[in-house]
């Protein structure tokens, strides 16, 4: 196998109008459509489908739901299937095949999809997205370097991982999940999260995950 075989780039391109959902799909016959929402749904999410994207070959296009409503309203028009973020579609032809929504985005989920419909490579596709670990790396050197107290940096970093949206690798979800979990488990108040120290010497896992962050 050649080194650009084992380096397949990925399709994944922002839709931001309906226009270019219509050009995405005309042009790819086989083809997703991936509704990034607004929380670390769509981080999870997305990190599940990129690691069946590496081994198949499914060209993607995704849309940031706030940002190109436009564009999601227009899937739910041309589909009639109701909008929920995050969201996986896959088309044919321009006619949708199957969905699978925000919680339910799972391996399980998609490997019979993937096994029955989608193309296996040839080599291994690098995913890449514009999106980046910067900011939590920036907290995590501020609470290291003593401008926050253990409570302080956990509030802030359990708000931040609560909020991202982003695209991101399987990897990186696991990564940034290690330190306090699922922030999804403190919907009665971040109270419920206990002592920044109850998992262990929080400084040393911080450092541990700023490590493998850079």
Known sequence: MTQAAQNEAQVLVPLTTPEEVDQFLSEYPLAAVFKAGTCHKTMQGFGVLETF???HDLPVGFIRV???RPA???VAQLTGIQHHSPQLILFRDGEPQFEVNNWDITPQAL???FE???PVREGVANVATDDNVEPYRRLMRAY???QLSDWAFQDQYVNMFRDDASLRSQREFELLSRLFGDPDA???GLHQLGAPQGRGDLKARV???LTELN
């Open 207 to 209: 450092q541990d995950l």
């Open 72 to 74: 999601s309203n227009h």
């Open 116 to 118: 029955a419909q989608v």
């Open 186 to 188: 403190y919907h009665g």
């Open 144 to 146: 290291l370097d003593g």
């Open 66 to 68: 706030v940002d190109w």
């Open 53 to 55: 994207l590496q081994r």
């Open 111 to 113: 490997a019979p999809v």
